[in-house]
């Protein structure tokens, strides 16, 4: 396959599915969430568009499903054609758990360990299964949500924070030596993971997600 591929972790909705429908037609698709639903409702999108997808069910939390993917990238499509090339144009990781709003003295316990696990813990799993499939000329994409330090963001706002901060640190490493690893911080939008912060919100004025990838995707061509 001559084509580009894209890896989209967290794809089966909200900007994650706008993403892979806006690369769809320049990348092979390789979709990665646990709604598999989801994902092939996607995959008609993709194909109506032209485009073609993998989808791949699975729950980034699971290390072994994740090494396995990544393994079956490599093993599918090898390594890139020219020198610094991996199998994999650009990553783009949007999922994420969004924990209930609370005060910080009566978080859940469960949902500030799945805070912790979905936001912060798979990162530190997925950089170093991934950047050896992007090599030195692919791209990395992460999206910034900056709410830690408002009232009742404490779980998802130190996760999301500690995620900012280890994305960071992999960005400011690989300047001189690929990938470029990007952080971009969309507009709000009218996703799942906004309603359950701000139930009831007027949602008219809010980003569609395709026009944001889109916005966004301009950003790193």
Known sequence: MDQKIALITGASRGLGA?????????????????????????????????????LAPMDVTNVDAMAQLCRSIYDRWGPGSEAGAGPVALWAHTAIHAAPLSPASHMDAKDWGKSVDVNVTVMGTLIPFVAPLLGSDGQALFFDDPQAGRKFFGAYGATKAAQMALVRSW???????????????????????????????????????????????????
Do not use: W
């Open 18 to 54: 706008a993403l892979a429908e806006a690369l769809c037609q320049t990348h092979h698709i390789v979709a990665v969430a646990r709604t598999t639903g989801a994902l092939e409702e996607l995959d008609d999108r993709i194909q109506s568009k032209g485009g073609s997808a993998t």
């Open 171 to 221: 960005a400011a490493e690989s300047v001189n030596t690929g990938p470029q690893v990007h952080i971009l911080t969309p507009q709000p939008m009218p996703t799942a993971t906004r309603a359950r912060f701000f139930p009831g919100e007027d949602r008219t004025p809010l980003a569609p997600p395709r026009s944001e990838a889109d916005r966004l995707l301009a950003q790193i061509r």
